[in-house]
C-alpha cells in the first residue's frame, strides 16, 4: 500500500500540523451512517464515486450540513444499483491542497458499472438531495470518478479509517504511466499495515478541478492508518511515484457505524 501524501515535488514535504474538522464522538451532530450492507458490497473492480463537499459555516452551526449527510447516507436504500455509500465529515486535511480546497465533509460511493453510476446521478431521490440540501448548503463542490486497477478489493467495515489521495500528473506525464507506477509501487511495498486499496485514472473531470487521479486506501482504524506513516517500504513506493506527480490533496475520514434511531 502506499499513500501518495507530500509526492509533489513543487509543494513542501512537511506538511502542516493535522487539522480537525468534526469530532467523532457519538454526541456530533455530524456523526452518520456509512454502510449500505456490512461488507460494503467489495466489488472485485468497483466504480468509485468521490465528492468533497466544502459546507457553509452557518449551514455546519445551524446542523443543515448534517441534515445535508443524513438525506445523501439515506440513498442507500433509494437508489437501485449502488454497491456501498457513505457520507460524512472529513476527518483530517493532509496536504497544502487540501486545506487550500477547505473540504468539510464528503461522500464516497461506489457501483459494479458505469451504468450503474449513471442510474444514480439521475434517480430522482439523489436529485432532490442535491437539490434540497447540497446545493443550499454546500459553498463548494469537487468530484471524481475512477475504475478500481488494484487487482484486489478493497471492502470497507464500521470503524474503517480511509485515506483519500487526488492528484494531478506533471505535463508531458500521462496518467496512465501514474496507474501503472502506482500499481508497482503498491506491490513492492505490499499491503502496509493492512491496507487495501483502489486507484485509477479519473473519467469524469468536469467537476474535479484539473485532479486526473484518485485512490483511497482502507485501514481498520485510524491507529493502523496512523501506523504507516515512516514504513520503509512505502515511503520507498512514494519515492518512485513522487516524480510523476504536480499537486496532491490527501484527507482522511472514518467510516462510522449507523446510529440507532429514536423510537
Known amino acids: 500500500m502506499i499513500c501518495l501524501k507530500a509526492f509533489s515535488s513543487s509543494s513542501p514535504l512537511h506538511l502542516p500540523t493535522l487539522r480537525r474538522l468534526a469530532p467523532r464522538s457519538s454526541s456530533s451532530p455530524l456523526r452518520v451512517a ?25 449551514s455546519i452551526a445551524s446542523g443543515a450540513a448534517a441534515a445535508m449527510v443524513s438525506t445523501l447516507q439515506a440513498l442507500a436504500t433509494q437508489v437501485p444499483g449502488l454497491a456501498y455509500i457513505h457520507a460524512g465529515p472529513v476527518l483530517r486535511l493532509r496536504s497544502p491542497a487540501a486545506e487550500a480546497l477547505g473540504p468539510t465533509h464528503l461522500l464516497h460511493s461506489r457501483y459494479a458499472t458505469k451504468q450503474d453510476l449513471a442510474t444514480y446521478a ?21 468530484a471524481v470518478d475512477w475504475v478500481n486497477a488494484a487487482p484486489l478489493p478493497s471492502p470497507v467495515s464500521p470503524g474503517a479509517a480511509v485515506r483519500l489521495t487526488l492528484a494531478k500528473v506533471k505535463e508531458g506525464v500521462e496518467v496512465a504511466q501514474l496507474v501503472e507506477k502506482v500499481a508497482e509501487a503498491t506491490k513492492a511495498a505490499g499491503e502496509a499495515k493492512g491496507a487495501k486499496v483502489s486507484f485509477g485514472e479519473n473519467f469524469s473531470p468536469a467537476r474535479a478541478k484539473g485532479y486526473q487521479f484518485g485512490m483511497v486506501a482502507v485501514f481498520d482504524s485510524v491507529e493502523e492508518l496512523d501506523a504507516v506513516e515512516g514504513d520503509g517500504k512505502v515511503e520507498e513506493a ?16 472514518v467510516v462510522e457505524a449507523p446510529t440507532p434511531a429514536s423510537l
Open 238 to 253: 512514494k519515492a518512485a511515484v513522487r516524480p510523476l506527480l504536480d499537486e496532491v490533496l490527501v484527507l482522511d475520514f
Open 122 to 142: 439521475a434517480h430522482p431521490a439523489h436529485v432532490a438531495a442535491v437539490q434540497g440540501h447540497v446545493l443550499p448548503n454546500a459553498l463548494d463542490t469537487t
Open 34 to 58: 456509512a454502510m449500505s450492507s456490512s461488507a460494503a458490497a467489495a466489488v472485485a473492480a468497483p466504480i468509485e464515486h468521490i465528492v468533497l463537499l466544502k459546507a457553509r459555516p452557518e
